[in-house]
Structures are given as structure tokens and as C-alpha cells.
């Protein structure tokens, strides 16, 4: 088997988790936004929060795209507490929700010093599904934009396509002209990050943080629960 030349990373509950800036997060936005300013936040966030993962539910099955998602998500929690706002109110919650959201990321120091020791024996790499912007903002705010090279961070707005469709495993490749048993993929999805890209004859670890997906899977593959246990995988 030829070695592995590239390391690609999933962002999402990989590199940045969205426990740990989401709640605070919208709760702030709400005490902040001139719109609910004056409404009770916690009582705000359970209803957001519901809806949040209903559409997220509509997003993941793409019945809905990323604008109408987050647009809605909070239009739909307006109308649930009897209000009734507009898309340009939507879209300026939004705003102040993602620079509020990127204050409360936070560079885990471990993590960045991992991927840069593993810069030094591979190329190193984020593939992510999402909107070009925002999720160059989370690199930056979680320290690692200027850990990988610009071309291999690979987001799906400006591909053109998402994990899991085929496409955007074969993007990487021929920007990386590589073959697929070259590139290692490591992500807390098992469809998108470990499951589609084997079957596209890549290398995939999943990441196992929540040990929710234990029961889902029934392939013989390697998981890990933390991503410093890639040094023992990957640098030994
Ligand atoms: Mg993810």
C-alpha cells in the first residue's frame, strides 16, 4: 500500500466543537441583538435550539439550503414566541450571532501544536462541508488558518459539492494529485468522513468524541477518541 502522504481533517466536532461556543453563544446574541434584547434568553435559546435541530435535520437531507437555514432557524423561533420578525432582521441576527460565535472559539494549543508536528511528515489539510466564510472564520478563530496550506483547505461551498457525494473526494484528489489510498481522512462523521471516502478507496479514522456511533458501525476500521492519539498512529 503506498504511505500516506496527505492528512485531511473534518472541521465540525473534529477541530472546533460546537459544544463548546453554540449555547453561550446564541444566549448572547439574544442579550445582544436589538430585536430580543428584552426577551428572556434561556427561555429564547430552548426554543432556537429546537428549531435549530429540526433544521438541521432538513439541511443534512438537503431539503433546504445553508441560507434558508439559518435564516428560518430564527424567523421560525420568533414565530414560535409570538413575534413576527423579517429576513433582513434574520440575516443581522446571524451576523451578530457568527462574530459573537467566533469570540467564543478558542485555540486548543494541544491541538494546533499535533497538526503542526504532523505538517513536518505529511501535508496537511481540512475538508469540510459548509459556507466558505464561516468556516474560514472558525479556522482563524480557533488559531489552525495558518496551519494549513491554502490549497488544501478544501470547503464545500467553493467545491461545489458536499460530503458525502463522491465529487468532493475526487476533487481532492486532483488538486493533490493523489491517489485515494494516499489521503487519510479523519472526522466525526462516519458517513461523510469514513464510510463514503473508503468507498472512494480512501483511508478514513473516524473520531469517536460523543461514543454515540459505536452501535452504527460494523466495519473493521480504526477509531479514535481523541485526536492526540494520532501521534501514536501517525508519528511512531
Ligand atoms: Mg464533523
Do not use: C
Not at 435550539?49 to 443534512?60: A, E, I, T
Not at 479523519?186 to 471516502?197: K, M, R, T, Y
Amino acid at each position: 500500500m503506498d504511505p500516506i502522504k496527505l492528512v485531511l481533517f473534518d472541521l465540525d466536532d473534529t477541530l472546533v466543537h460546537f459544544d463548546d461556543y453554540w449555547e453561550i453563544s446564541v444566549k448572547e446574541t439574544f442579550k445582544n441583538h436589538f430585536y430580543t434584547k428584552d426577551m428572556n434568553e434561556h427561555d429564547l435559546f430552548e426554543v432556537f435550539n429546537k428549531v435549530d435541530r429540526f433544521l438541521v435535520g432538513k439541511l443534512d437531507s438537503r431539503q433546504i439550503s445553508i441560507e434558508e437555514y439559518r435564516i428560518n432557524r430564527f424567523l421560525y423561533s420568533m414565530e414560535q414566541v409570538g413575534e413576527t420578525s423579517d429576513v433582513e432582521t434574520a440575516i443581522d441576527f446571524e451576523r451578530l450571532y457568527q462574530s459573537i460565535g467566533k469570540k467564543n472559539m478558542k485555540p486548543n494549543m494541544k491541538v494546533i501544536k499535533l497538526i503542526s508536528d504532523l505538517s513536518n511528515h505529511y501535508r496537511v489539510g481540512v475538508l469540510t462541508n459548509g459556507s466558505k466564510g464561516w468556516q474560514l472564520d472558525k479556522l482563524e478563530a480557533i488559531g489552525l488558518y495558518n496551519v494549513f496550506p491554502n490549497e488544501y483547505i478544501f470547503i464545500s461551498e467553493e467545491v461545489g459539492h458536499e460530503k458525502p457525494s463522491p465529487e468532493i473526494y475526487h476533487h481532492v484528489l486532483n488538486t493533490a494529485s493523489l491517489q485515494p489510498e494516499q489521503v487519510l481522512i479523519v472526522g466525526d462523521s462516519i458517513e461523510n468522513d469514513v464510510l463514503a471516502p473508503i468507498q472512494q478507496g480512501f483511508r478514513a479514522i473516524l473520531l469517536n468524541n460523543k461514543d454515540t456511533q459505536k452501535t452504527q458501525i460494523s466495519h473493521p476500521l480504526t477509531i479514535i477518541t481523541e485526536l492526540e492519539e494520532l501521534r501514536w498512529i501517525l508519528l511512531s
